[in-house]
């Protein structure tokens, strides 16, 4: 299958390639732990919550039936996937901050058991009401875990010699929303929000090896120059479709189908 893959390459200071206008980086300062500016304390009840999501979900799906014309579609697919980026990182993530990592570790009870990085995206998900087999997904490498979201030909890998200038990158190129990343052997959540980025993942590094956020500039899974890609969830009008249909998502596997 062709694909084509858009390269951003960052090296320090910032290089321009094709769709990015040279701009102006500024030096980023220090950041202490109050720059973390989404919820990290959880509130409610987490069942309560997940069904409080359909609910909504069946009122978005409502409103998408009823809309008159393309550009009303468009606002309500907007509403849709801003609400669902929020109430993920608000209402659902939050109780999954502290849980142990592991390999292996596959719970769906939040604080209860392990959970590996790619576990702890898809159960998200599916708790959040989309139609996936969080099992057959987590099990892919990173590039199909991205690309059974994205559900595009075209992606954005970014290259980075610091995670400061990543993040830089990011703020450059990609609209605010939720997205799924994944480098190497790992993936998670990137949230683009109110001018920070943000990665909330299952976090393999040792001491503390948990699912955690923080400022991607600040990422130690970020320190060595990776390849990093992402993948639009909240942004992405034909998954907020699926979601809202409640249509299977289809697990993009290897070439070699295995």
């Given at each position: 299958?062709?694909?084509?893959?858009?390269?951003?390459?960052?090296?320090?200071?910032?290089?321009?390639?094709?769709?990015?206008?040279?701009?102006?980086?500024t030096v980023t300062k220090p950041v202490?732990?109050?720059?973390?500016?989404?919820p990290v304390n959880p509130s409610g009840n987490y069942l309560e919550q997940r069904q409080a999501i359909l609910n909504k979900r069946n009122n978005f799906r409502q409103l998408l039936y009823r809309a008159s014309n393309a550009e009303n579609?468009?606002?309500?697919?907007?509403?849709?996937g801003k609400y669902l980026s929020e109430t993920i990182v608000s209402d659902l993530i939050p109780h999954w901050y502290g849980t142990l990592w592991s390999f292996e570790g596959y719970t769906e009870i939040p604080k209860?058991?392990?959970?590996?990085?790619?576990?702890?995206?898809?159960?998200?998900?599916?708790?959040?009401?989309?139609?996936?087999?969080?099992?057959?997904?987590?099990?892919?490498?990173?590039?199909?875990e991205v690309l059974t979201l994205h559900q595009q030909p075209d992606y954005i890998i970014?290259?980075?010699e610091t995670p400061a200038a990543l993040s830089d990158s990011?703020?450059?190129?990609?609209?605010?929303?939720?997205?799924?990343?994944?480098?190497?052997?790992?993936?998670?959540?990137?949230?683009?929000?109110k001018g920070q980025v943000y990665l909330i993942h299952s976090n393999y590094q040792v001491p503390a090896a948990l699912v955690k956020p923080e400022l991607l500039q600040d990422s130690g899974i970020l320190q060595t120059p990776p390849y990093?890609?992402?993948?639009?969830?909240?942004?992405?009008?034909?998954?907020?479709?699926?979601?809202?249909?409640?249509?299977?998502?289809?697990?993009?596997?290897?070439?070699?189908?295995k």
């Amino acid at each position: 299958m062709f694909r084509l893959i858009i390269f951003i390459l960052v090296i320090t200071p910032l290089v321009s390639v094709k769709t990015i206008a040279p701009h102006k980086i500024t030096v980023t300062k220090p950041v202490t732990k109050d720059s973390i500016q989404i919820p990290v304390n959880p509130s409610g009840n987490y069942l309560e919550q997940r069904q409080a999501i359909l609910n909504k979900r069946n009122n978005f799906r409502q409103l998408l039936y009823r809309a008159s014309n393309a550009e009303n579609q468009k606002k309500i697919l907007d509403s849709a996937g801003k609400y669902l980026s929020e109430t993920i990182v608000s209402d659902l993530i939050p109780h999954w901050y502290g849980t142990l990592w592991s390999f292996e570790g596959y719970t769906e009870i939040p604080k209860q058991g392990t959970i590996a990085c790619g576990y702890f995206v898809s159960t998200v998900l599916q708790h959040a009401g989309f139609n996936l087999n969080r099992y057959k997904m987590a099990q892919q490498n990173p590039e199909c875990e991205v690309l059974t979201l994205h559900q595009q030909p075209d992606y954005i890998i970014f290259k980075a010699e610091t995670p400061a200038a990543l993040s830089d990158s990011v703020k450059l190129t990609l609209k605010e929303g939720l997205y799924i990343f994944g480098k190497e052997n790992h993936v998670g959540f990137m949230l683009y929000q109110k001018g920070q980025v943000y990665l909330i993942h299952s976090n393999y590094q040792v001491p503390a090896a948990l699912v955690k956020p923080e400022l991607l500039q600040d990422s130690g899974i970020l320190q060595t120059p990776p390849y990093i890609f992402f993948g639009e969830i909240s942004t992405n009008h034909k998954l907020i479709k699926q979601w809202l249909s409640n249509q299977p998502i289809v697990v993009v596997l290897p070439e070699n189908g295995k």
